[in-house]
């Protein structure tokens, strides 16, 4: 679930822009003075959201509607962090109810949405920038950005479930658990040996002799 949690937050953004612009509303940013503004097409009267014919284009409410670069840079933003605490904490919640589920697994499922929510969020930033700056309809960079989230998202989780990337990364992560622990072992032997090693040297060396041939 983890890639679809974003669109689908985002879809209520986009019904509303839609309701309040209509699917002919269109925007269009323009500089003025050195700052960046988002004008509106239409008449005013008839909007509830955007009753302005311009705005700055850091205002508050166009932020939050997904206009315009800031806003789809909100929008991905927000969407990603409210997936990722979703998703983690059912993820964790799976693992503790699963028989034999390890802390390997674990860590591996959590590696898995992270790419799962990442890469969508990135795709579907950079296909919102770019439809926002092809069309000057309003709600388009929304539609581009949340198909191309939803779509990556889709062809992440068929490659994952074909070739069991998720599992695969748990199995290497327990396998490396697992030689990393050999290696303390071997150190904490070697490290045990040195005491000694530095007693057999100072009596060699003061008296001549092997310690070890000493001892009983």
């Not at 822009?17 to 097409?41: E, H, M, P, W």
């Not at 779509?151 to 069991?164: E, L, N, S």
Request: glycine share 10%; aromatic share 8%.
């Amino acid at each position: 679930m983890a890639p679809y949690v974003s669109p689908i937050i985002d879809t209520a953004t986009l019904a509303l822009v839609c309701k309040d612009l209509g699917l002919a509303g269109r925007t269009l940013s323009k500089v003025i003075n050195g700052r960046q503004y988002i004008a509106f097409s239409g008449y005013p009267g008839l909007r509830t959201l955007f009753p302005g014919t311009i705005y700055s284009a850091n205002n508050r409410k166009i932020i939050k509607m997904a206009i315009g670069a800031l806003g789809i840079k909100r929008m991905v933003r927000i969407g990603g962090i409210l997936t990722f605490c979703i998703t983690v904490s059912l993820t964790i919640l799976e693992a503790f109810l699963r028989e034999h589920s390890t802390c390997y697994d674990l860590v591996g499922n959590i590696a898995a949405d992270l790419i799962k929510i990442g890469i969508p969020a990135l795709m579907c930033y950079i296909a919102g920038i770019i439809a926002g700056g092809f069309t000057t309809i309003a709600f388009w960079p929304i539609v581009v950005a949340i198909s191309i989230s939803v779509f990556v998202g889709f062809r992440i989780d068929a490659i994952d479930d074909k070739h069991q990337l998720t599992e695969k990364l748990a199995v290497a992560l327990e396998k490396l658990g697992q030689e990393i622990e050999e290696k303390q072992e071997q150190l904490q032997k070697v490290l045990g040996l040195v005491p000694h090693a530095i007693e057999r040297g100072i009596i060699w060396r003061a008296l001549g002799a092997d310690i070890d041939n000493l001892l009983p």
